[in-house]
């Protein structure tokens, strides 16, 4: 009953894995400060000067139409629409963006200005975005801005920059946070006519990264944060996109980036985000990349179930198959798959695993389908063992007097091992499948942990989150090792192994006489 409630437990948080961990296990980065301790953990006296991480207002995901309408627009001559196309390349939980279409006439006199806007220069707005908000916290260490857009179908007619502008208007006066002079900042707020057709992209503004640069009273402010948020009341939150016009003549843009009257832009926005770091967040706090340690954990789930269960499904399936035959069939065809199940069963497991999956890696059709690949391989490296098992199992069976009678009466080879010998053997295959479930589970976090697997780019698995939480777990002495990283995925690795291997002791007790005779 334990072990069936602890998969029980593993099984609904891999179901409902979107549901519980809302955030993108792999690319929401800066979510709040890195290696952030869980919410949770102020109870203890080292946390207790720490605040949790906090939204002011709800995430932006625009996957409804009365989520847009939330927001007060304004620009110049365009449109918005919602759509239900999000960025599922590399998260499927977000399920619509809206669309934006604007008409832009530029002001091609500004290449001429003698005062450019030095954060932001030679940008015309043409389009923003704002909402208000409450705010009566404290002050929290560091605050974070972004939004998700897409440069596909993003286009851009005689503009040669789109800048991403947020500004904070409250009782403290209008701040813009933005600038294309500071390095850190500049790949997060300016998308041009080069990364057309690159997918979505994060566009993300850190308070962290605003000191140093060029944004007027803040580039020397020792906390932006307390420079901004020092006054309880309400405040206002503006994304505004400005468009640069292609300068006259062309130069130092060409091709079709040609000043015209016909200027527009086409592209997709979701994910609007505005949060205050206070040093500690959600259920399980932050990896070194402000990351969503919860939605890493209950992400991963789904991996090691998937993986663990149907290879040990397939594993067991195809050795008890091998087995019925060469136990029942006997003589030549005994010999035949006896000999093949030892030539696999003695080949070099570990150097087998690796060479696999390095081919795999190197050819993109075989790692298009990745985890069906590992599954795959995980069967075919592990089912003489279990044919080994069945084999003698089918060999005591078959010479019992009933299987005898059923042969004298006319009983055919595919009857008498349906009627009377998969039945009983079938015990023994359900306590395999349950055991080797946990092998293969601990056998894919290895494989993660060591680097050698093979998996996609966008998916977090519970060895990943031990590799990558390592390095911080014997150093990060100030961050208290990070036990919020490392333990989650290591207790239930743990606890879910164990939990199939006494569903498999179980079963064997039931279904073995022996043991159930004691």
Known sequence: MIGFIIIAFFVLMAVFAPELGQNNPVTATDLATPLSPPAWAVIFPQYRDLI?????????????????GAWTLSGQNYTTSFTSVG?????????????????????????NSSTPNPQLPYGEVFFSMSRSFKFDHAVGQAFNFGADVTEEPLTMVNVSDIYFDFIISGPTGNWSLASVNGPALQPQIDVNTNALGQGWNQLTVDSALITGTDVPGLGNATSPSAAIFN?????????????????????????????????SVSMLISEVDFHIDGGAYGLLGTDSLGRDVWSEFVWGSQVSLEIGISAGVGAVALGTIIGLASGYLGGIWDEILS????????????????????????NPALSANVYEWIIFIFI??????????????????????YVEASRAVGGGTWHIIRKHI??????????????????????????????????????????????????????????????????????AIASLSLAFVLVGFALDSIFNPRLRAR
């Open 339 to 362: 000999r093949g199940t030892d030539f696999v069963l003695v080949l070099p497991f570990l150097p087998l695993l690796i060479v696999l999956s390095f081919i795999i890696q190197q």
């Open 87 to 111: 960025p599922v390349d590399y998260f499927p939980a977000y399920t619509g963006s809206m669309l934006l279409n604007a008409s832009i006439t530029p002001r091609l006199s500004i290449w």
């Open 231 to 263: 006054k309880t009341g309400t405040y206002t939150l503006t994304m505004e996109l400005q468009a640069v016009p292609c300068q006259p003549g062309g130069s130092p843009y060409s091709g079709s980036c040609v000043p015209g009257t016909n200027t």
């Open 52 to 68: 949790p991480t906090y939204s002011p207002l709800p995430s932006a995901d625009f996957n409804t139409k009365a989520a847009i």
């Open 380 to 401: 075919i490296i592990s089912w003489p063992a279990i044919t080994k098992i069945i084999r003698s199992q089918v060999l005591t069976v078959k010479e019992r007097q």
């Open 422 to 491: 998969l039945p009983n053997v079938m015990g023994l295959v359900y306590s395999q499948v349950a055991l080797n479930v946990a092998g293969f589970i601990l056998l894919e976090a290895a494989l993660d942990f060591l680097a050698i697997s093979i998996h996609s780019i966008f998916t977090m698995t519970w060895g990943i989150m031990l590799t990558q939480a390592l390095p911080f777990a014997v150093t990060a002495s100030n961050n208290s090792y990070v036990w919020w990283w490392f333990l989650p995925p290591g207790i």
